[in-house]
């Protein structure tokens, strides 16, 4: 039996018909048609999938669609404000913390809500904090680094920090 | 103003852009009206005859259209397909499975959801079959033959060797100190983060295929579609393939998988668009697996510490068809590249292939053909001989490199490498990490009870295949290309024959052309992976783009300078004798302000070029490299063992790589970065083995360790400078010179911890467990 359920994705409200079963990333991806966000696995450990459900990071491959009803949804695609970048998409391309870019839009939403709860991670914090996520092409390095140039820039323009949800 | 950038800088990268908007194309996004989905019914069996498959569950299932399995598939020609190996290979079986999760019959579906609730109630009557998981048991006489499809009854695939076998032996026999050691390399999975899949689009009325597909190499894709299914009417010129941004290849998206055959061949029969994507289960428990190589290695020395010999004999597994992605006259790959950074008089290799149990593949994991293999075992027993010696391993591997005035040098296993020093490469990486201190270090620690190691790898790869006269796949010589258009704005389309997959082909290859015709880079569209547009390349794999692809940019934009050069004589009314080249425009020798730029060029080349000149500036370059490249580096581990618990935690790990001249060192270092990743992921966490059964152990990614950024150590990167003298650029390449080097960097560092405990070897992955028994065996407790 289908479901309706009204879940407000980027700030813009999307009312839909739903099977109980269809997971939420399908529900993104599909419904809503943001291929921003990826999959990389069917166990919940790579978070490409990573998204903010009510500001938190969840893999969006690991929960129904009918669980987000009535909730707010922050997806890569919400990142950016007006054309401009936010600061970790703006710190993974200057640090160069992407390759091949699939892991990268579940990775910066994590890093994302790492940096509403951190303001200023440490090293250790950070690599902690992204451990759910799994990257096959950067080895880490660059990415713990745009992270920390996001913080940076984040603490030095608290305006910029935004984003939807 | 947009600035031509050129060789050597830190261009920030073109591709980003949408990456970091999630605004990619990766396969799964492309969703066509009407497309149907394709989802596949597995094996649970490592060896069965197929006595029955039931389709009518499923079938009755509203929107499952169709379940296909081998004996539909036969009636067209298509159960089975050609390997790259000379060997066949099932798409879907007529009677028996040959490995567990392999592909038994593929559902159609309206929906994704559809096609897995039909996969679910296909009912499949199998009879189980005896298992051989072993490829020494494989070999034994009385063992089931497995592919009783083949004439000749063995599981026996193969025998190559190299060298010269019989000054080998006497030189072991002369030697004053041999070692011998056995070591196995484990069955890896690539486990790029993407998995594979395909969308594929027959249009009845053009006659024409269009396939969206993950791959490596379109081309060549396109062309073995033409000869697999040219008898049902897909002509090459009718085939398009398009392989979209990839998420990640590193080997893994080279080969064919049944699953992209079935959706053709689905697509083709209903007319309709069929998408096949498969999950990450059926990604690591069916696609192409990497090294399973079973090595018994020898060394010969001196009492000083010289090498005089090299003797290696292993048994590949290469599961149950021979698809390993190889050139085609190279059944193990490189391996031959096994007297690594030393200078032997005399060296024999010889490789067994064997089927068992097991999926089929054989080098994917981001390295040129098995010269991981054949890395590591050099390292690991070199640094055996230099244990037993006594000798430092640093000093014994200065004793034994190739001297830099040695190149190019001829190998005892007939390679010339084009240029090298790696005592300076080795010499800089002990300074970073301050290896004599290090060792001062690691004495004090021993007093004390306390497990300290330093490891060393002195990796030389062979990369960029290759050379026409000795590559080919499926005769197919190994070139590569380019094609550069300017426009008469003088903005430019370049396209290339391979396909990048995250090294920044769209950034590097500009910045190649910047460098050659001045022209920013902000002003080059580089293009790849559509068969319809790009020049005819064999594709991005074994660290061949810069070597064989990026060669040929710089080629084809030699052949617009030269041209260019007509035209700006003609408009500055000099000889072409007396222009000189500043990069982005001539001029008149001893008049630097008589000058065209590239950009006016370009314009007077639509609206006024000389008489007798063809109109337009562009060209193509079809490169055919005279020789490989050979990246090679110096890496230094440092690891502190848990005595309790047998953990290994890598304090410290320097790499000094020389891959030539650099087009981008932000790029050289990210993928160092990444390739060191998934040298220590083999190294210490990931292996595929399987039980007795033919089950697979390790088959997700809850049980198959891909490390995260809290395993992976800060990577501490430098490098040293010695260009190819063969390629056009002075490039030699680096996507895998990491990989191939790290694994036994760790492996040694661990050893050296534990050598004087009496410990000479452990297998990889080097797991808490085999470091803890391997303590408790020689009495040590916390």
């Known amino acids: 039996m289908a479901q309706r359920i009204s879940v407000t994705v980027n700030g813009t409200t999307h009312e839909a018909e739903v099977e109980p079963r269809l997971l939420f990333v399908h529900f993104i991806r599909e419904v809503l048609g943001l291929t921003g966000t990826h999959i990389g696995c069917d166990t919940t450990n790579c978070g490409a999938c990573t998204v903010l459900l009510d500001g938190r990071p969840v893999k969006s491959c690991t929960i129904f669609a009918v669980q987000a009803d009535g909730r707010a949804v922050m997806t890569v695609e919400g990142l950016a404000r007006d054309g401009a970048l936010h600061p970790v998409q703006e710190g993974f391309h200057e640090k160069h913390g992407l390759q091949c870019g699939f892991c990268t839009p579940g990775m910066m939403m994590t890093a994302y809500a790492l940096l509403q709860r951190n303001a200023n991670p440490t090293e250790e914090e950070i690599r902690w904090g992204i451990s759910g996520n799994l990257c096959r092409c950067t080895g880490y390095v660059n990415i713990v680094e745009a992270v920390k140039y996001a913080a940076e820039k984040v603490r030095s323009q608290p305006a910029a920090a935004g984003g939807r949800s | ?782």
């Open chain 2, 1 to 782: 103003m947009a600035v031509a950038h050129g060789m050597g800088h830190a261009v920030k990268r073109k591709e980003d852009a949408r990456f970091i908007r999630g605004k990619g194309t990766y396969i799964d996004d492309i969703k066509l009206p009407g497309m149907l989905y394709l989802d596949i019914v597995r094996s649970p069996y490592a060896h069965a005859k197929i006595k029955a498959i039931h389709p009518e569950k499923a079938l009755a299932i509203p929107g499952v259209l169709a379940v296909i399995t081998g004996k539909d598939l036969d009636k067209y020609g298509l159960a089975w397909m050609p390997t790259l190996m000379s060997d066949k290979q099932m798409v879907l079986p007529i009677d028996t499975v040959l490995y567990q999760a392999q592909e038994v019959a593929a559902v159609l579906a309206t929906e994704r959801y559809v096609a897995a609730d039909g996969v679910a109630v296909v009912e499949v009557d199998y009879e189980p079959l005896p298992v051989v998981v072993d490829p020494k048991k494989a070999l034994e006489p009385g063992a089931p033959i497995l592919r009783q499809d083949r004439e000749q009854k063995t599981n026996h695939i193969w025998h190559w060797e190299v060298g010269d076998r019989a000054a080998t032996d006497k030189a072991f026999r002369e030697a004053e100190v041999t070692v011998k050691q056995d070591m196995y390399i484990p069955r890896i999975h690539v486990c790029s983060i993407e998995t594979c899949g395909c969308v594929a689009k027959w249009d009845p009325v053009e006659g024409k295929l269009t396939l969206w597909m993950t791959t490596q190499a379109p081309h060549a894709i396109r062309t073995v579609v033409a000869l697999v299914a040219g008898h049902l009417g897909l002509a090459e010129h009718k085939i398009r393939v398009i392989s979209p941004d990839i998420g990640g290849g590193f080997g893994g998206k080279v080969p064919v998988y049944p699953g992209y055959v079935v959706a053709v061949a689905a697509s083709v029969l209903t007319g309709a668009p069929v998408k096949w994507i498969e999950d990450r289960m059926e990604n690591i428990q069916a696609d192409s697996f990497a090294r399973d190589y079973h090595i018994t290695a020898e060394l010969a020395a001196k009492k000083d510490g010289t090498l005089t010999a090299l003797r290696a004999k292993t048994i590949a597994d290469h599961g149950a068809f021979d698809a390993a992605a190889n050139p085609s006259k190279f059944p193990a790959g490189l391996f031959s590249i096994c007297t690594g950074s030393y200078d032997f008089k005399n060296a024999f290799a010889e490789v067994d292939g064997v089927y068992t149990n097991k999926p089929p593949g054989g080098i994917a994991y981001r390295c040129s053909f098995r010269v991981t293999e054949a890395s590591y075992m050099i390292e690991r027993i070199a640094d055996i001989v230099a244990h037993q010696l006594g000798m430092d391993p640093a000093d014994f591997r200065m004793k034994n490199f190739i001297k830099p005035e040695a190149f190019p040098y001829k190998s005892a296993l007939g390679w010339t490498y084009d240029s090298g020093n790696y005592q300076g490469a080795l010499k800089k990486a002990m300074d970073k990490i301050g290896y004599a201190a290090l060792r001062k270090e690691q004495a004090e620690k021993r007093k004390r009870g306390e497990l300290m190691g330093i490891g060393i790898s002195s990796f030389t790869e062979i990369v960029g295949a290759g050379p026409s006269h000795t590559f080919d796949i499926l005769g197919l010589k190994m070139f590569d290309s380019a094609e550069i258009r300017i426009h008469p704005t003088g903005k430019v389309v370049a396209r290339f024959g391979t396909k990048s997959q995250g090294q920044g082909h769209e950034t590097t290859y500009a910045q190649i052309i910047a460098h050659e015709l001045g022209i920013p880079e902000d002003d080059i569209a580089v293009e790849e992976g559509d068969t319809d547009t790009a020049p005819y390349g064999l594709g991005t794999y074994a660290s061949r783009s810069t070597p064989v692809a990026g060669a040929a940019g710089a080629m084809a934009a030699r052949k617009i300078r030269d041209k260019a050069k007509k035209i700006a004589a003609h408009l500055l009314e000099a000889r072409e004798d007396d222009l000189e080249w500043e990069r982005g425009k001539f001029f008149v020798k001893g008049s630097p302000d008589k000058a065209k730029t590239i950009q006016e060029i370009a314009f007077a080349s639509y609206t006024n070029y000389p008489q007798g000149l063809e109109p337009g500036l562009e060209a193509v370059s079809y490169y055919d490299p005279p020789n490989l490249t050979f990246p090679f580096g110096s890496y230094i581990c440092v690891v502190d063992i848990d005595k309790g618990t047998g953990e290994v935690k890598i304090r410290r790990f320097v790499a000094v790589d020389d891959c030539g001249n650099i087009i981008n060192p932000m790029i050289v270092e990210g993928q160092i970065h990444g390739g060191l990743t998934m040298g220590l992921a083999p190294a210490l966490y990931e292996e595929i083995n399987y039980d007795e059964d033919g089950n697979i152990q390790g088959g997700s990614f809850t049980d198959y360790l891909l490390p995260t950024a809290v395993e992976t150590p800060r990577w501490e990167t430098d490098k040293t400078t010695t260009p190819s003298p063969h390629h056009p650029l002075g490039a030699k390449a680096v996507g895998e010179s990491a990989t191939v080097g790290a694994p036994a960097a760790i492996a040694n560092a661990v050893v050296d911890a534990l050598w004087h405990l009496g410990v000479r070897h452990i297998d990889i992955p080097i797991t808490p467990w085999k470091v803890w028994k391997a303590l408790r065996e020689k009495g040590i407790t916390e």
